[in-house]
């Protein structure tokens, strides 16, 4: 067990402690993954790269500059997995109230500016990743990508092996998604260039959290290393729009 990429949040006690806990296995990659892209929208990334104490107050949930470093590095996953026709999923918000402030659910309880993101633009996916016409884009009121959405479904129709997440929060919905995917047994990965959260101590302690026990956080050269090793088109028959179109 490598802990040196968390040592600088960890107490010598923990450092002592998770080698003789079990936990941290790797998993290994799959051979029919899917990309699932979290959250990836205005709302949570300020309309351009500033520090974050200053693009917060537009947006509230926004990461700041952190958020495009990963942008950046999330284009270089998404060229890599379109190469293969990978599928790629996005999830985002609700851009439309429902019944008002009635939709938002206990989120009013904890944050009373969520009401400032039911609009198109807070919602929409930066354009750098914007979706093309062949991802599939889910729409989600809560945390966890698979809570009230078809997402579960569309990875049993793909008959996909494994799940490799990117996006916001690492301590929020990338944490939710990741928890309730290996509650469904798919095997999940996190891309740790290609994930940020506001807070940067509970960026690294997720990453650690979630890689002890239910994930594999995974580098994106890792990760490029192990799409390129894919044979391309592994999905074309389950989702024939990936499929290049007949001469």
């Not at 979630?210 to 894919?230: C, F, G």
């Amino acid at each position: 067990m490598d802990l040196s990429r968390y040592a600088a949040h960890l107490t010598e006690r923990d450092l002592e402690l998770y080698p003789h806990t079990g936990y941290g296995a790797r998993m290994g990659f799959g051979r029919r993954p899917v990309i699932l892209v979290i959250d990836v929208s205005y709302g949570f990334t300020g309309l351009e790269p500033e520090p974050i104490l200053d693009s917060v107050q537009r947006w509230h949930n926004s990461c700041g500059e952190e958020a495009w470093a990963a942008i950046d590095r999330t284009v270089e996953l998404l060229e890599a997995a379109r190469a293969k026709r990978l599928p790629v999923i996005y999830t985002t918000g609700v851009d439309t109230p429902i019944a008002g402030d009635f939709g938002l659910g206990r989120w009013l309880d904890k944050s009373p500016r969520e009401v400032e993101d039911q609009t198109t633009d807070a919602h929409a996916i930066v354009e750098p990743i914007a979706p093309r016409p062949e991802d599939i884009v889910i729409e989600k009121l809560k945390p966890s990508a698979f809570f009230g959405t078809m997402l579960e479904g569309h990875l049993v129709q793909l008959e996909a092996d494994s799940v490799i997440t990117c996006g916001v929060a690492t301590s929020g919905c990338v944490r939710a998604t990741v928890v309730d995917g290996f509650s469904y047994n798919h095997r999940m990965y996190v891309v740790e260039e290609c994930t940020f959260d506001r807070g940067q101590r509970t960026h690294w302690i997720n990453l650690f959290d979630m890689d002890m026990k239910y994930a594999d956080v995974v580098t994106l050269e890792e990760t490029l290393e192990h799409l390129d090793s894919l044979e391309a088109g592994l999905f074309d028959a389950q989702m024939p729009v990936l499929a290049p179109a007949s001469a």
